[in-house]
């Protein structure tokens, strides 16, 4: 069983950068893709990205790519979101996932689900 819990979410001005992190216990997270989802308010779910079970492979959503970069560390069994010039549109509750199938932007092919932290990003 994969727990993951982030941390790392807060208020942030326009423009600033927050690190996301999401800690994974057990040991199969060395073997899982890992990815960024996001939900705003009133809005379903999306991805944000994605990072392959070494690392050596990323993807993001369009509306992400050059501000954020995602990350793991798999010593420490964490995943990291890296976010810079964020941007209001940016808010939403951040949650981490874990996949067995590797590099994907499909939510349906996530099967564990850290509880989500808040970023908020003012104007």
């Known amino acids: 069983q994969v727990q993951l819990v982030e941390s790392g979410g807060g208020l942030v001005q326009a423009g600033g950068s927050l690190r996301l992190s999401c800690a994974a216990s057990?040991?199969?997270?060395?073997?899982?893709?890992m990815g960024w989802f996001r939900q705003a308010p009133g809005k379903e779910r999306e991805f944000v990205a994605t990072?392959?079970?070494?690392?050596?492979?990323?993807n993001y959503a369009e509306s992400v790519k050059g501000r954020f970069t995602i990350s793991r560390d798999k010593a420490e069994n964490t995943v990291y979101l890296q976010m810079n010039a964020l941007k209001p549109e940016d808010t939403a509750v951040y949650y981490c996932?874990?996949?067995?199938?590797?590099?994907?932007?499909?939510?349906?092919?996530?099967?564990?689900w850290g509880q989500g932290t808040q970023v908020t990003v003012s104007s």
């Open positions: 990072v392959s079970w070494n690392g050596g492979r990323t």
């Open positions: 996932a874990a996949t067995p199938t590797g590099l994907e932007v499909d939510i349906r092919e996530y099967i564990h």
């Open positions: 057990g040991r199969i997270f060395s073997f899982y893709g």
